[in-house]
């Protein structure tokens, strides 16, 4: 299934761009690109916006009657278009101005489409990215699932390389299965140059502030924002979140108007958020607020018996003609990994380098000690 959306303005395309995937949705400003792309694919549906650049709507619309896709149209009207009948007639085609468009319609409609999509290629992935079969990430895997539907925040704690940001795409997938997650390193969201990429700025709000930007609140509307790194974030950022929390009101930089953003929140961090109160560096009504539901990722020493799966995976989307030894498996399950999964994987990629053209892969404990 897929969306394609032609118009010559931005904003108009911005606003299916911070909503769907790039395998639902796809965008032209140019006309002639977008006959093209009809001629190779027939999309479930075609929206075609009245700002067409040079190239006029009406010029456009017939083209399409020539070409005759077997799509349906919206056709977002000029107010001056005038279509003569045999272009109706020629396509399956719904109007509407541009100034009366139901958003909120149009998107329940896109999002059942969509949705309809990620089922159909739900088979094609690993369900949630986090493998393995021990106890201790079979369990992980179940409380994802329990909990991803629901508008809670989630919290995940793990130590560095054990799959935090893999657990908050599956939460998100399962929710927004179309849409595209808005994850946030919390280092970034300091000082005014953060908060204003955070919550958006206006024109002029500052030297160099040559252009309005957005931000990630408008960017996570009615999908997942994902804090990592939450430990980073100073006091005052957390009060200003805060208040975007528990209101869903927030102001651009250099602005007076209230703009609204609904998402759902998953944050992550490295350190137990326990200790952070401890040391005065986070707030206790936003700890509250941000962990409706707490899940800790298990580090890679407690199930050292997933490590051959781990391979195994890696192998196949690296180098699937190729296999691990026997004996690289019992050193790989010997060691304590300080740095979880991620640390395993580099050791496989440094080891798959050195293998050049053998089919075997071989580790040795120098490979490891590099790690």
Not at 86 to 94: C, D, G, M, N
Not at 102 to 116: K, Q, T
Not at 205 to 216: H, I, M, R, Y
């Amino acid at each position: 299934m897929s969306l394609f959306v032609v118009s010559s303005d931005w904003r108009f395309k911005e606003k299916f761009k911070l909503r769907y995937k790039p395998s639902f949705l796809s965008l032209f400003t140019m006309t002639e690109k977008a006959l093209y792309a009809l001629r190779m694919e027939n999309p479930n549906l075609l929206i075609v916006d009245s700002k067409l650049g040079k190239n006029s709507q009406e010029a456009f619309v017939e083209e399409l009657a020539h070409q005759s896709p077997a799509c349906p149209i919206l056709l977002c009207m000029d107010e001056t278009l005038h279509l003569p009948e045999r272009i109706q007639q020629a396509l399956t085609l719904h109007t509407t101005h541009r100034a009366t468009l139901d958003w909120v319609n149009l998107f329940e409609h896109l999002d059942r489409m969509a949705s309809a999509e990620s089922v159909q290629e739900e088979a094609l992935y690993h369900p949630s990215g986090l493998i393995g079969e021990s106890e201790s990430i079979k369990s992980v895997r179940k409380q994802l699932m329990q909990y991803a539907n629901h508008s809670c925040s989630v919290h995940l704690f793990g130590e560095t390389g054990t799959g935090k940001e893999l657990a908050a795409n599956y939460l998100h997938s399962l929710k927004y299965p179309h849409r595209n997650m808005v994850a946030v390193n919390c280092s970034l969201l300091s000082g005014v140059l953060g908060n204003s990429m955070f919550f958006g700025h206006t024109k002029g709000a500052f030297t160099d502030g040559k252009t309005e930007l957005k931000g990630f609140a408008y960017e996570a509307d009615q999908s997942t924002l994902f804090l990592d790194e939450v430990e980073n974030l100073s006091l005052q950022f957390q009060a200003d979140l805060l208040r975007l929390l528990e209101t869903g009101h927030y102001r651009h930089y250099g602005d007076t108007h209230l703009h609204t953003s609904r998402f759902r929140l998953v944050t992550a961090s490295n350190e137990k958020l326990q200790h952070l109160i401890d040391k005065r560096s986070m707030r206790k009504d936003f700890y509250y607020r941000i962990t409706d539901v707490a899940l800790t990722l298990p580090p890679l020493r407690e199930h050292l018996e997933d490590i051959p799966l781990l391979c195994s995976h890696y192998l196949k989307l690296h180098a699937p003609e190729k296999t691990i030894s026997d004996q690289a498996l019992r050193l790989l399950e010997t060691h304590h990994w300080p740095g979880n999964v991620r640390e395993l994987f580099s050791t496989l990629r440094r080891a798959l380098l050195r293998s050049h053209d053998s089919v075997l892969v071989a580790i040795h404990s120098e490979d490891i000690a590099l790690a």
